[in-house]
């Protein structure tokens, strides 16, 4: 998010089959690059020599990348990007359950071979949880 001394410069980024076209709407300014990576580069390069400046950031200006797609695959990736959310999510919980899982069966005595077989994880694991949670 910018900051009041920061000014937002959008970069508008459109495939034509061939490259990616970049345009700045204010200031004019265009460019491409054959992979979306370069493009971003020289983007951010040209705007630099624009506002005649070495450090975009340092010179309190920052990039919005805005890539435009056709809609159907924009609506497509939208999805795709919430259920890679909710898996980050569905992940984290998972880990945190194992960790109090591993802990509970380890406060039983249990090896930590016997842990891993119950849970399904190897006992690598096991033991990696053990040390990060301080217990052994």
Excluded: C
């Excluded at 020289?42 to 010179?59: H, K, M, N, T």
């Excluded at 890679?84 to 109090?100: F, G, N, P, Q």
């Excluded at 849970?119 to 033991?127: K, P, Q």
């Amino acid at each position: 998010m910018a900051n009041a001394a920061t000014t937002e410069y959008v970069a508008t980024y459109t495939h034509d089959d061939r490259a990616w076209i970049v345009q700045f709407r204010d200031p004019d300014v265009a460019t491409f690059g054959r992979t979306l990576a370069s493009a971003k580069r020289y983007a951010r390069s040209a705007l630099a020599v624009y506002l005649e400046v070495d450090d975009l950031a340092a010179a309190g200006a920052e990039v919005v990348d805005d890539v435009r797609l056709p809609t159907e695959i924009a609506a497509e990736i939208h999805r795709l990007a919430e259920q890679r959310s909710k898996a980050d999510t569905l992940r984290a919980e998972v880990a945190e359950a194992t960790r109090r899982a591993t802990s509970e069966l380890r406060r039983l005595g249990l090896s930590t071979r016997d842990v891993g077989e119950i849970l399904g994880i190897s006992g690598a694991r096991v033991a990696q949880i053990d040390r990060e949670s301080g217990a052994a």
